[in-house]
């Protein structure tokens, strides 16, 4: 199996833009995870999803972010406004099970936003 | 909500010394888990502690429940065990809560 698929790996974009992140979990795996990773608050959960239901949301900042999982093999992460704050890796993780079992984690999507 | 501290922060030890690092949290958990983060950004999985230990290689991983608390060890250190180490905890539906993390050096 190819892992957990990220694209785009960088992304440079200004301020006001929509950004979208996407991710292509493990297949077989029925939960997903989105982290954000920072300097000062390192790393993060933003969302939790289970078998394409979002289960734990309360780590999203605000309205700004959105995130779906249509289906079982993608999700997609967007930022509309994106804003300077923005700016940090994002990761996607997927696994069998609950949070608490193994997660496997995408190589991420670094974003700066100008 | 949780709270994940780790020590030391930063650490720096010669080739072939036993390492050390500690996580500690304050609610009890269903599962622990210990991460690493190479200089170049990927994370790996190493372990997912409930109780007990676990050992894969050179790594050993240790977890008190009463006294939440977990170590992560590494014997015969090298410089390409260099990395991020993360401590981080949850399961169920609440999703992971990390420590800040403890970059570690190792030095030839």
């Known amino acids: 199996d190819a892992g957990v698929i990220q694209s785009p790996r960088h992304e440079v974009t200004e301020m006001g833009q929509e950004v979208t992140l996407r991710c292509k979990p493990i297949s077989g795996h029925n939960s997903l995870f989105w982290y954000r990773q920072t300097m000062m608050r390192g790393l993060e959960l933003l969302i939790y999803f289970n078998n394409n239901v979002p289960i734990d949301d309360s780590g999203m900042p605000e309205d700004r972010f959105s995130a779906k999982m249509p289906n079982a093999s993608f999700s997609t992460l967007k930022i509309q406004p994106s804003e300077p704050r923005d700016s940090a890796v994002y990761f996607c993780?997927?696994?069998?099970?609950?949070?608490?079992?193994?997660?496997?984690f995408g190589a991420g999507t670094r974003l700066s936003v100008l | 909500k949780n709270e994940v501290e780790q020590s030391p922060q930063n650490l720096t030890a010669q080739e072939g010394e036993f390492i050390t690092i500690n996580c500690s949290y304050s609610v009890g958990i269903s599962a622990l888990h210990w991460l690493q983060q190479h200089p170049g950004g990927g994370i790996v999985s190493l372990f997912m502690l409930s109780s007990g230990k676990k050992k894969h290689g050179r790594l050993i991983a240790t977890i008190n429940i009463q006294e939440k608390h977990s170590s992560l060890h590494i014997t015969a250190s090298h410089p390409r065990d260099s990395a991020v180490y993360i401590c981080?905890?949850?399961?169920?539906?609440?999703?992971?809560?990390f420590g800040k993390g403890t970059h570690l050096i190792i030095q030839p």
């Open positions: 981080a905890v949850g399961g169920g539906a609440d999703g992971l809560t």
């Open positions: 993780a997927s696994n069998v099970g609950t949070s608490g079992n193994i997660q496997y």
